[in-house]
């Protein structure tokens, strides 16, 4: 989906629409950005920014709460309308999906005519634009999907695959951080090009176990199947301040909030599924 939560805002608010716009806290509150309109993209707002930062790019900025509710209940929607063509769909977020319809219910035979059914049938059942990636794997179709936001749909063939790749900025690929990318770039590697030169001897040494996965990324492989029913690994709680907490027993008490509140998502989620196992962190 393109800029999603701020999308819906925008759809529900005729007054915000054309305008920069975030979802998220308010920067007085110590906020952080969840998502950003296109608007507010242009003057370098990005999702996880503090909402001070981008408050201090845009001063006209518009800052919503969040109402996951509603995102719930679309994504819902949007679900079902990936159900009408494959049974073999892995949610990734709200926002984000991906789908293996080589067998599909319609028995269309390219995945890109289903693509543009699945696009159309989301605006005109949500009014909402989504861009879809289209190619033979999960690594590809990612890429592809990020290549012309928004409501754009790309196809990467077999035969352009390796070329795609080869020509890609490192800080580009999907599962290259930041810190990753730097690391990368210290060592001479700025482009697929350079990750496919190197060796998977040399790609573990300096990475480890994922060098395993950017020396198959590198020569546009990936093995991963389409997980219909993904387990999900973690459940956390979390709240921001307006101030700095250093009182001991202030900050204790703030946690045994935090620890409530997690507790009960705990045992929603052993409700659904009671042979969760539960592991503790405090970071």
Same mark, same amino acid.
Not at 6 to 17: F, I, L, T
Not at 98 to 103: F, I, K, N, Q, S
Not at 165 to 180: D, M, N, R, S, Y
Not at 183 to 196: P, R, V
């Given at each position: 989906?393109?800029?999603?939560?701020?999308?819906?805002?925008?759809?529900? +608010?005729? %007054?915000?629409?054309?305008?920069?716009?975030?979802? *998220?806290? %308010?920067? +007085?509150?110590r906020g952080v950005v969840a998502a950003a309109s296109y608007e507010a993209r242009k003057f370098g707002i990005y999702s996880a920014m503090p909402s001070v930062t981008a408050f201090a790019k845009c001063p006209g900025l518009i800052f919503v709460r969040p109402r996951f509710d509603v995102y719930r209940e679309i994504s819902t929607a949007i679900h079902a309308i990936f159900k009408r063509y494959s049974d073999l769909v892995e949610g990734v977020a709200l #926002? !984000?999906?991906? $789908?293996?319809?080589?067998? +599909?219910?319609? +028995?269309?035979?390219?995945?890109?005519?289903?693509?543009?059914?699945?696009?159309? @049938?989301? =605006?005109? &059942?949500?009014? $909402?634009?989504a861009t879809a990636g289209v190619s033979i794997n999960k690594f590809l179709a990612k890429m592809a999907s990020g290549q012309n936001k928004p409501n754009g749909l790309t196809?990467? $063939?077999?035969?352009?695959?390796?070329? =795609?790749?080869?020509? $890609?900025?490192? &800080?580009?690929?999907? *599962?290259? *951080? !930041?810190?990753? @990318?730097?690391?990368?770039? %210290?060592?001479?590697?700025?482009? *697929?090009? #350079?990750?496919?030169g190197r060796t998977l001897s040399e790609l573990t040494h300096y990475f480890g176990k994922a060098g395993q996965y950017y020396y198959k990324i590198a020569r546009a492989e990936d093995d991963r199947s389409v997980e219909a029913n993904r387990v999900r690994k973690s459940i956390g709680a979390e709240t921001s301040f307006a101030r700095d907490l250093s009182d001991i027993s202030q900050m204790l008490q703030e946690l045994e909030q935090i620890a409530q509140s997690l507790r009960a998502t705990v045992r929603a989620a052993r409700n659904t599924r009671p042979h969760i196992n539960v592991k503790s962190q405090v970071f």
């Open positions: 989906m393109d800029a999603f939560y701020a999308s819906v805002e925008q759809r529900d +608010n005729p %007054s915000y629409r054309g305008k920069p716009l975030v979802v *998220g806290g %308010s920067p +007085n509150q #926002d !984000e999906a991906y $789908l293996d319809v080589t067998e +599909n219910r319609q +028995n269309i035979p390219y995945a890109s005519t289903i693509a543009r059914h699945i696009k159309t @049938a989301i =605006f005109q &059942e949500t009014q $909402l634009t196809v990467i $063939l077999p035969e352009q695959a390796i070329a =795609f790749v080869e020509q $890609l900025a490192i &800080e580009k690929f999907h *599962g290259i *951080g !930041e810190v990753t @990318a730097a690391k990368m770039h %210290s060592l001479g590697i700025h482009s *697929g090009a #350079d990750l496919k």
